[in-house]
C-alpha cells in the first residue's frame, strides 16, 4: 500500500542573523492511509515547518519527502490535486465576501463545477455549524467562527491527506469536541484519507492519533502509537506536586538524578507553581521534596499521576510543552 | 503623565521613522527619498516647457508652479501619513488596542508617528527640489532679509496647523476600512486643486474660485512660497493673520476631533476592530 | 472530473467575480473611487490654463489621466495583490491549490480592469463636459484597439511586478510607491515626449503607456490612424505576449526562490 506521507532524512534550515538555524535535522518517518497521525512537540521543534513542506510551501534544504507517492520538489501539482491545509488561529478569507461565497471561490482554485461547489459548500456550512451564518460577511464574525470557516473551508476539496496545524486553536470546548469527532469520521468512513495533526494539547493528540511522532529540536525523537507509549512508559514514577511560586528555580530539580523530566506551569494569580515531574523509580521521591524545601517554598500538594502521552512526552524530552 | 507622553511620542517617532526608512538599507532609502520628489517636480517643469515651448521663460511662474509643487509634500505626507498610521496600527501591526490601553498620550503618538515623513523627509525633499529646481531648471529664487523674517514668522503658524490638520485626518481614519483610501486621495486632490499649489486660486472658474479662500493650504502654502520666491513683500498682514487663525481653528478643532473619533470609536466598539478585506 | 482546463478557466473566473463584488460592494468606494481622482486630474488642467498653453494639452491631461487609472490600478492592484494576500493569509491556500498562479492573476487584472473602467469613463466625461475637450468622434474604433492594447500590455506587466512581492514584502511596496513619480515622468503622462532628448525617449517607449499615449494623441488630435502609426502599434502588440511570457517565468522562479528562503508565506516583512 503507498504510504500518504514519507520523508527521508530530511533537513531545513534557515538563514539567521546570528548564523543557521536547523529547524528540521535527518527527518525520516510513514505515515499510511487511514492514520491519524500526530506531530507533537514544543514551540520551535519544526512541526509546522515539516508541514509547510509536505504542502509545497517550503522546499527542503536536503533530504526527500513524498506526498501521495509524489515528490515535494518535482511533483507538487499532483500533490496539491489532493492535500489541503488548515492552521489554527489564521483565518484566510475575505473579510467583505460573505461565508458562503468565500466557500466557493476557494472551491473553484480546485476546478469544481458550480452543482459540486454548491453541494459541498452547503455540506460542510452544516458540518461547521454556520448554517445561520451563511449569508454573514466574514469580517463580522467572531474569531471561532471565523476558525470554522478556516476548517470548512480546507476540506473543500475533500483532501485525500488533510493537514491541520493546531486546528482547534482558539476554539470554544464544544467546538473543538465536534471538530475532533468530524476528523474522526472521516477518516473512518474513508479508510483512505490521511490526517496529519500538529497539535499542543496532549489530550487531543491521546484521543484522536493512531500514532505520534514526537518532535524536539528538529529531531524525530519516538514515532510510536499513544496507548504502546504510555505502555512503555508505564514504569516511570510521575508525580504531581503544587508549590508556592517557584520561578526559575525549578528547573534544578532537573539536576536531581532519577528525574527524567520537568513541566511547570505558574499560575501568577493563585500565587502557586505546579510542578509534573517523571521519575525513574519512586526511590527518587524523597529526594524531590528535600530539594523543594531547601528552596524556601511550601509544598501545598503532592500526588502519583498515570502514565499520560504528557508524561511520556516529559519523559523523552525532558520538559513540557511550555 | 508628562514623562510617559513624551516617552511615547519620542517612541512614536522612532517608530514612525523605523517603518518609514527600515525596509531597506541606507542608499536605496536615499534615492528613494530623492528620486519621489525630484521626478514629481520635473513633471510640473516639463508641463511648463511643453505649454511655453519655443517661447521665453517666465521664471515667476515657474518658480511659482515648482516651488508650490514641492511645498504641497508636506500636505501630501500629512494627509496619507495620518490615515496610514491608523490603519496599519490597526489591520496590518494591530497594535491599536495596546497602543491606546496605555498610558503614554494617544494623541501625542500618533503625532510622533507621523513626524518623520511629514517634517523630516517633506522637508528634505523641499531642500532636494529647491537645489535641483534653481541649479538645474534655471528657477529664480530671490529671498531677502525681510522675506527670511517673514519665513521664520510663518513656519512655526503653518507648523500648528499641518498638526492640528493630520489629527482631523487621524479622527477621520477610525471610522474608514483600509480601502477608502480614495477618499484620502480625494481630499488630496481637493487641497491640490484648490489650494493654490500650482496657480493663484484666480485661475479657477467663478463657480469655485471662492472655495480657495476656505482652504487652509492656500494660506500654508503662500506663507512659505512668497518668502522662498522672495515675492514676500506681497504678502499682507491680512493674508498672514488669515493663515494663522486657520492654523488655530485647525489646531483646536483637531484635538477636539481625534479624542470624539477616539471616544466614539470606543462606543461603536471599531476602535480595534479589523474591517480589512 | 477536474480537468487542468478548468484549473485555469475557474479559478481566472472566480477571483475577477470576487474582485469585481468586492470593488463594487462597498458603494462609498465605488463613487469616492471613480470620481476623487478627478480633482487631482483637474489641477493639471487648469496649470495649462495658467501657463497659456493650447487647448490641445488638456486633452493630453485627459487622456493621461485616464491611462493613469489603469497604470495605478496595475501597480497597487495586480502588482502588488499577492503581497496583500499574504499580508490576510489567503497565499497560502493560492499555493498549496493546483489552480494555476497565472490564471489567477488574469483573473485579478481583469477584475482590476473592470473596476477602473469606471473611473476611466468619469475621467473622460469630466474632460468632454467641464473641460471642453473634443475627441474625432471617427477615430474611436481605432483608438478604442490602441487603448485596450496598450492596457493589456500594462497588467501584463503587473503580473510581473507581483512576482516580486512573493519575495519581497515592504521593498515591493515602497518600489511600487517608488516607480509612481518617475513612470509619470518619463511616459509624458501629460505631455508629448518629444520634449526629452532621443536616449530618454528610447527609455520611455519601453514602458507601454508611453507608447500608447503617444499613439492616442496623434490619433485623436492629428488624425494619424493603426496604419500610420504601424510601427509603434506593432511594438505594442508584441509586448503583449513577451510580459506575459516573462510573468510566467518570473513567477515560477519566484515562486521557487522564495520557497526556498522560507519567505512565501512569510508574514510582516
Redesign the interface.
Known amino acids: 500500500m503507498r504510504e500518504s506521507v514519507r520523508t527521508e532524512d530530511l533537513t ?1 534550515t ?1 538563514r539567521g542573523e546570528e548564523g543557521e538555524i536547523k529547524a528540521l535535522d535527518g527527518v525520516s518517518l510513514s505515515v499510511m492511509p487511514g492514520e491519524i497521525f500526530g506531530l507533537l512537540g514544543p514551540n520551535g521543534a519544526g512541526k509546522t515547518t515539516l508541514t ?1 513542506i509536505l ?5 527542503p534544504t536536503s533530504g526527500k519527502a513524498f506526498v501521495n507517492g509524489y515528490d515535494v520538489v518535482q511533483e507538487t ?1 499532483k500533490i ?2 489532493v ?3 488548515a ?1 489554527g488561529g ?5 473579510g ?2 460573505t461565508v458562503r ?1 468565500n466557500l ?3 472551491s ?6 458550480n452543482e459540486e461547489s454548491k453541494k459541498r459548500v452547503s455540506q460542510l456550512i452544516d458540518a461547521v455549524g454556520l448554517q445561520e451564518k451563511a449569508k454573514e460577511r466574514m469580517n463580522r464574525l467572531s474569531s471561532g467562527m471565523k476558525q470554522r470557516l478556516n476548517i470548512a ?1 480546507s476540506m473543500i ?1 475533500d483532501p485525500r491527506i488533510l493537514f491541520l496545524d493546531e486546528p482547534t486553536l482558539g476554539l470554544d470546548v464544544v467546538f473543538a469536541q465536534e471538530i475532533r469527532q468530524y476528523i474522526e469520521k472521516l477518516v473512518k468512513v474513508d479508510p483512505e484519507k490521511t490526517v496529519l495533526l500538529t497539535t499542543h494539547y496532549m489530550a487531543e493528540a491521546d484521543e484522536m492519533c493512531d500514532r505520534v511522532a514526537i518532535i524536539d529540536k528538529g529531531k524525530i525523537i519516538v514515532v510510536e502509537a499513544p496507548a504502546r507509549l504510555k505502555s512503555l512508559f508505564s514504569k516511570d514514577v510521575n508525580l504531581l506536586v503544587e508549590v508556592s511560586f517557584i520561578g526559575s528555580r525549578a528547573d534544578e530539580l532537573l539536576k536531581l538524578k532519577g528525574v527524567k523530566g520537568l513541566s511547570v506551569t505558574h499560575s501568577p494569580e493563585k500565587n502557586t507553581t505546579t510542578l509534573k515531574l517523571v521519575l525513574e523509580e519512586e526511590s527518587t521521591i524523597p529526594d524531590v521534596i528535600s530539594a523543594i524545601k531547601e528552596m524556601g517554598v511550601t509544598m501545598h500538594m503532592m500526588n502519583k499521576a498515570e502514565t499520560t502521552l504528557e508524561t511520556v512526552f516529559i519523559s523523552l524530552v525532558g520538559r513540557g510543552l511550555e | 503623565m508628562a514623562i510617559e507622553g513624551w516617552r511615547g511620542f519620542k517612541a512614536a517617532v522612532w517608530l514612525g521613522w523605523q517603518i518609514d526608512s527600515n ?2 538599507d541606507i542608499f536605496l532609502f536615499s534615492l ?1 527619498t530623492i ?3 525630484v ?2 517636480m ?3 517643469a ?8 519655443g517661447g521665453p521663460i517666465d521664471p515667476e ?1 515657474l518658480a511659482y ?1 515648482l516651488v508650490g509643487s514641492s511645498l504641497f509634500t508636506y500636505a501630501g505626507n500629512a494627509i496619507w501619513n495620518s490615515f496610514f498610521a491608523v490603519h496599519e496600527d490597526k489591520e ?2 494591530m497594535t491599536i488596542r495596546y497602543l491606546n490601553i496605555a498610558p503614554s498620550n494617544f494623541t501625542l503618538y500618533y503625532l510622533g508617528r507621523i513626524t518623520p515623513s511629514v517634517l523630516f523627509s517633506s522637508t528634505i525633499s523641499l531642500i532636494i527640489n529647491l537645489a535641483v529646481g534653481v541649479f538645474l531648471l534655471g528657477m529664480k529664487v530671490d529671498p531677502t532679509s525681510q522675506t527670511t523674517a517673514y519665513l521664520l514668522v510663518s513656519i512655526p503658524i503653518v507648523a500648528l496647523g499641518i498638526i492640528g490638520y493630520a489629527l482631523m485626518v487621524v479622527g477621520v481614519s477610525f471610522f474608514t ?1 483600509r ?2 483610501w ?2 484620502v ?2 481630499l ?3 487641497s ?2 484648490l489650494g493654490g ?4 486660486p484666480t ?2 472658474p467663478p463657480a469655485i474660485k471662492w472655495i480657495s479662500q476656505i482652504v487652509p493650504w492656500y494660506y500654508w502654502i503662500e506663507m512659505l512660497r512668497s518668502p522662498i520666491i522672495g515675492s514676500g513683500a506681497g504678502l499682507t498682514l491680512s493674508f498672514i493673520l488669515l493663515g494663522a487663525a486657520f492654523s488655530a481653528a485647525f489646531l483646536v478643532l483637531g484635538i477636539w476631533f481625534f479624542n470624539w473619533s477616539v471616544n466614539r470609536a470606543k462606543r461603536d466598539g471599531t476602535l480595534d476592530m479589523v474591517i ?2 | 472530473m ?2 487542468k482546463l ?2 485555469i478557466i ?2 481566472a ?3 475577477a ?2 474582485r469585481i ?2 470593488g463594487n ?2 458603494w ?2 465605488v463613487l ?2 471613480s ?10 488642467v ?8 493650447s487647448s490641445q ?1 488638456v486633452g493630453f491631461v485627459i487622456l493621461g489621466g485616464a491611462m493613469l487609472a489603469f497604470w495605478s490600478n496595475v501597480l497597487w492592484s495586480v502588482g502588488s495583490q499577492l503581497y496583500w494576500e499574504k ?4 497565499l ?8 494555476s498562479k497565472m490564471s ?1 492573476l488574469t483573473g485579478m487584472a481583469f477584475g482590476g480592469v473592470v473596476n477602473t473602467a469606471l473611473r476611466v469613463i468619469v475621467t473622460i466625461a469630466v474632460g468632454v463636459i467641464v473641460f471642453g475637450v473634443h475627441f474625432d468622434p471617427s477615430q474611436i474604433p481605432e483608438a478604442l484597439s490602441v487603448f485596450g492594447l496598450t492596457v493589456i500590455d500594462l497588467y501584463a506587466l503587473g503580473m510581473v511586478f507581483s512576482s516580486l512581492y512573493l519575495l519581497y ?3 515591493a ?2 518600489i511600487s ?2 516607480l ?3 513612470v ?2 518619463i511616459s ?5 515626449i518629444q ?1 526629452f532628448p532621443f536616449w530618454l525617449q528610447a527609455l520611455a517607449s519601453l514602458i507601454p503607456m508611453t507608447l500608447g499615449l503617444d499613439i492616442l494623441r496623434r490619433m485623436f488630435f492629428n488624425g494619424s490612424t493603426i496604419l500610420s502609426e504601424s510601427l509603434e502599434v506593432g511594438v505594442l502588440a508584441i509586448m503583449a505576449p513577451v510580459l506575459i511570457l516573462l510573468a510566467k517565468f518570473a513567477l515560477d522562479y519566484m515562486e ?1 526562490f522564495s ?2 528562503e ?1 519567505r ?2 512569510l508574514r ?1 516583512q
Open positions: 531545513r534557515f509547510k504542502c509545497t510551501l517550503l522546499l501539482a496539491k490535486e492535500i489541503n491545509l492552521s489564521e483565518t484566510p478569507g475575505y467583505i465576501l461565497e466557493w471561490f476557494f473553484q482554485l480546485y476546478g469544481l463545477s473551508r476539496n | 525596509w531597506t528613494y528620486i519621489k520628489p521626478f514629481g520635473l513633471t510640473f516639463f508641463m511648463y516647457l511643453a505649454a511655453t515651448a511662474k508652479i496590518h501591526y476600512t480601502y477608502l480614495s477618499l486621495d480625494g488630496t486632490g481637493l491640490f486643486l499649489v500650482l496657480y493663484p485661475v479657477l480589512s478585506w | 477536474t480537468s478548468d484549473l475557474k479559478p473566473f472566480s477571483r467575480y470576487i463584488v468586492m460592494r462597498v462609498a468606494e469616492t473611487d470620481m476623487l481622482p478627478v480633482l487631482s486630474l483637474a489641477a493639471y487648469y496649470t495649462y490654463y495658467f501657463l497659456g498653453a494639452y499580508e490576510d493569509g489567503n497560502e491556500t493560492f499555493f498549496i491549490s493546483p489552480a489567477l514584502g515592504r521593498e511596496w515602497h510607491n517608488l509612481t513619480e518617475p509619470s515622468f509624458g503622462l501629460y505631455y508629448p520634449f521557487q520557497k526556498r522560507g512565501l508565506t510582516w
